[in-house]
């Protein structure tokens, strides 16, 4: 059973579009939730830690909200350099950081 | 956060033979970690390397085929023995902020994108 889903798998928005990208999760005792951006041909850049429900993290156009259940990334008056995939990762007490998929966002001009 | 780069950035490579790809990091670090990224699908770590120790390996990932070196707390080598096509792949290191370590936030190298013919 996938411990990460996200979705949508792609999105693709107009420039100012605001939408946001889903992050559910099974594990029971949560230690971290992590998002992360990737540019092709790049490693992951982190974003976020999440640590417990109704915890909120801004970063400009970005905000990421917890809850036990799943994550959102809210994405604000998108621009072109928004484009990337998002990634989103959960840690399940002290094992190790389960990634999932990954949401590939388009913002077109 | 910790500056991490890789080498080779990419290779093409035949049936059988091994690479050996490097990680380096700008500071001192305890863990760092080697991850498999196939084409749509997510990270996959294989290993876990502690200075000074034996390397702790997923399950599917076995030392053989991926032994792994850690001789000090900047450096580690990844080596991907006997290849095959399946193990076209990128592959990435990452650690933990050494200034955050107790978040598990980590940082990940650009990766070295691996083609087995």
């Known amino acids: 059973e996938d411990q990460v889903t996200q979705s949508p798998e792609a999105l693709r928005l107009q420039e100012g579009e605001s939408s946001s990208l889903n992050c559910s999760y099974t594990?029971?005792?949560?230690?971290?939730l992590f998002w992360y951006r990737q540019d092709p041909g790049k490693g992951p850049e982190f974003l976020f830690t999440?640590?417990?429900a109704g915890e909120e993290k801004e970063k400009e156009r970005l905000k990421a909200t917890l809850t036990k259940k799943e994550s959102f990334l809210h994405i604000t008056a998108p621009k072109p350099e928004d484009s990337a995939t998002y990634l989103c990762?959960?840690?399940?007490?002290?094992?190790?950081?389960?990634f999932g998929t990954g949401t590939k966002l388009q913002v077109i001009p | 956060s910790a500056v991490i780069s890789q080498k080779p950035s990419r290779d093409i490579c035949q049936r059988g033979t091994s690479l050996t790809i490097q990680c380096q990091v700008d500071?001192?670090?305890?863990?760092m970690f080697w991850y498999r990224q196939q084409p749509g699908q997510s990270l996959t770590l294989i290993a876990t390397?502690?200075?000074?120790?034996?390397?702790?390996?997923e399950s599917g990932f076995v030392i053989d085929k991926f032994p792994i070196s850690r001789p000090n707390l900047t450096f580690s080598t990844l080596t991907v023995s006997n290849m095959s096509p399946e193990d076209s792949s990128i592959y990435l290191c990452?650690?933990?902020?050494?200034?955050?370590?107790?978040?598990?936030?980590?940082?990940f190298g650009p990766g070295t994108r691996l083609t087995v013919l």
């Open positions: 990452s650690v933990e902020d050494p200034g955050r370590s107790s978040y598990n936030e980590q940082f």
């Open positions: 594990v029971s005792g949560l230690r971290g």
């Open positions: 999440l640590y417990s």
């Open positions: 990762a959960v840690q399940e007490g002290y094992q190790k950081v389960t």
């Open positions: 500071s001192q670090v305890t863990m």
């Open positions: 390397a502690n200075q000074g120790s034996e390397a702790t390996y």
